[in-house]
């Protein structure tokens, strides 16, 4: 299932003087463990190159600690609980993309952009949907020539993306290209599993820095070919005429709140991801850097205000390039909203506002709800609730957008589970996804 079939027409570049956007999903890269963002280790030269090129947020969050809901966001650009159901796990896993809503890809295809996916990620597949509005999807960890233990090369990945650039010729093109290293099992190849020191050949807390390493490692191996993607856009002269914008789904928890890997709870280790957004030079923009909160939701705004599109009227997300356009408007007080519906069976939501941030647990005070300080309390150990004023205000602003969610999404159509193939589960059970 290399490339399912070709569907659409066809734009043409002639006269079309709309860009391309190569949206880069990194997934499980937490922000903090990047120079760009004041890593220690040289964990991310060209990423870090790309933000010096472009713009870089600061406090960029997701919409939820693991994949299936935070693509759903991305894609849809709703959040999540206003995508999905809440479900245990093991049944969300098989829930597909609501085919009622219009997608990001399916937007662009519409407008006449040629739509291309490479996805080394098996939970996010066309038998789940997310191949709405994507005439090429190409399914690189099928085609990779690896077993399910190990990584799909990074030369196959390029290889595949040389194919899908010569496929598009010069036509507009959207191309979403999804990569999984930094994902458990973290086995970097050589060299990059001892760049940063051993690497783990066992998992749990008493091996945690042999995990960091290889997970350090992971992140190395994926920059080094995001350098080389960025190299083939300038062979191409695509650099005047593209939207580079690298990002994650989640992060990964080393032990720092008594947890490991995601989809556990909403601390900043799992929801603070990467946004390095990358114009055509003509834009002029090198080296921004915004502290303003955004999050995944901002992206389909901004991608479809890019290409001349108006979102639909229920999107909360912010247009990104208004942060340098119109900063004012950029930062004005906004909530920023997250949830895991349906995460390892335990429901959470939270809320960001400026530097407050406010999560609880859903059924409501099954667990001591907690608020941080960002500013003064980056590592959220301090818990104001009971000290802090905005307590209240901040529950209840969460509160109204879970009734808000849910009625969105009662709107919606009910979509069967899908019965997921052997191979699928084989491959989301290596990924920690099923037990
Ligand atoms: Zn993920």
Redesign the pocket.
């Known amino acids: 299932m290399l490339a399912l079939a070709a569907v659409a027409g066809c734009s043409n570049r002639a006269g079309d003087t709309r860009d391309n956007v190569v949206l880069v999903m990194v ?2 890269l937490r922000a903090d463990h990047l120079g760009c963002y004041g890593y220690q280790r040289d964990t991310s030269p060209n990423l870090d190159r790309l933000a010096t090129a472009g713009v870089l947020f600061e406090n960029f969050y997701s919409v939820a600690p ?2 299936n809901p ?1 693509i759903a966001s991305l894609f849809t650009g709703r959040y999540p609980r206003a995508v999905f159901p809440p479900l245990p796990h093991k049944k969300a896993i098989g829930i597909p993309l609501p085919s009622q809503l219009p997608t990001l890809a399916e937007r662009l295809q519409e407008a006449g952009y040629r739509t291309v996916a490479l996805v080394d ?1 098996p939970g996010i597949n066309p038998e789940l949907q997310f191949d709405q509005g994507f005439e090429q999807w190409y399914s690189l960890f099928e085609d990779g020539g690896f077993d399910i233990w190990t990584v799909t090369d990074s030369d196959f990945v390029l290889d595949q993306l040389l194919v899908a650039l010569d496929e598009l010729g010069d036509e507009t093109f959207f191309l979403y290209l999804h990569l999984v290293y930094p ?1 458990r099992p973290y086995a970097p190849p050589a060299p990059f599993d001892s760049m940063f020191g051993s690497s783990a050949t066992k998992t749990g807390r008493a091996h945690r820095q042999e995990m960091v390493n290889a997970y350090d490692g992971e992140i190395r191996y994926t920059d080094e070919l995001i350098g080389r993607l960025v190299e083939v856009l300038g062979e191409r002269q695509l650099t005047q005429s593209t939207w580079l914008m690298v990002t994650s ?2 992060g990964e928890g080393f032990w720092e709140h008594n947890q490991a890997e ?1 989809g556990n709870s909403l601390f900043n280790e799992l929801t603070r991801i990467p946004m390095i957004l990358v114009p055509p030079q003509k834009e002029r923009v090198a080296g921004l850097r915004v502290k303003t909160p955004a999050s995944l939701v901002d992206l389909k705004p901004t991608i479809l205000g890019l290409a001349g599109l108006e979102p639909e009227k229920e999107l909360e997300g912010r247009d990104l390039r208004t942060s340098w356009s119109n900063p004012d408007d950029f930062e004005a007080p906004r909530w920023l909203f997250l949830a895991s519906p349906h995460s390892q069976d335990v429901e959470a939501a939270a809320v960001v506002r400026g530097d407050l941030k406010y999560i609880d647990r859903l059924p409501w005070r099954q667990a001591r709800p907690a608020l941080f300080d960002l500013a003064e309390d980056p590592d959220e150990k301090r818990n104001l609730v009971g000290i802090s004023p905005r307590t209240a205000e901040m529950r209840r602003r969460l509160r109204a957008h879970l009734i808000q969610t849910e009625q969105l999404r009662s709107g919606l159509l009910e979509e069967d589970e899908v019965e997921l193939d052997k191979e699928v589960l084989e491959r989301l059970r290596a990924l920690g996804y099923l037990q």
């Open positions: 997934d499980t693991w994949t935070a990620h994902h789904d989640h995601h």
